[in-house]
């Protein structure tokens, strides 16, 4: 298995698409439930590669990620051959950006001395996907790159 097992809510979510799945490897309900019952490590490699072609599309359309800690906020532009960052430190021991009191102390003191931003770029390495995989996995969210873009602009 390339990443992790879809989580059973979003099996749940993805209902149809595992259909269709299913179906692909000539699969109907009825030989489904006897794989479950009678093959359950054939039916696990079913769900494992299910969830592999499932991130793989998630990863591959990806194109901003966020991760918020309490002095930091990381944000993510995914190119095909790079990513690029902005990187949001503060100093001050008060604020803390996972709150709304927080976000708005940001939003006041962005550019003083409490607050660092910084930028980089980093070629990908062989595997894009995996690469961005690690990043949620640490605690990244995918985003729609609004805020990256507001801070592009200001810095």
């Not at 390339?2 to 692909?24: G, M, V």
């Not at 769900?47 to 990806?62: C, H, Q, R, T, Y």
């Not at 940001?106 to 390495?125: A, H, M, Y």
């Amino acid at each position: 298995m390339k990443y992790t097992r879809l989580t059973k809510e979003q099996l749940e979510e993805l209902h149809p698409e595992f259909i269709r799945f299913l179906a692909s490897q000539q699969i109907d309900k009825n030989e489904w439930d006897k794989l479950k019952e009678e093959k359950p490590e054939v039916a696990e490699q079913e769900l494992d590669v299910f969830s592999d072609l499932i991130w793989d599309s998630v990863l591959e359309k990806a194109k901003w990620l966020e991760h918020y800690s309490p002095n930091h906020i990381f944000l993510f532009k995914m190119g095909a051959e790079k990513m690029e960052s902005i990187i949001i430190h503060a100093h001050a021991k008060h604020a803390d950006l996972l709150t709304q009191s927080g976000l708005q102390w940001l939003n006041e003191n962005i550019f003083s001395d409490e607050v660092q931003v910084t930028r980089g770029t980093k070629p990908f390495g062989e595997d894009r996907n995996a690469e961005i995989f690690s990043l949620i996995q640490q605690g990244a969210t995918l985003s729609d790159g609004e805020l990256y873009r507001q801070m592009e602009d200001m810095f």
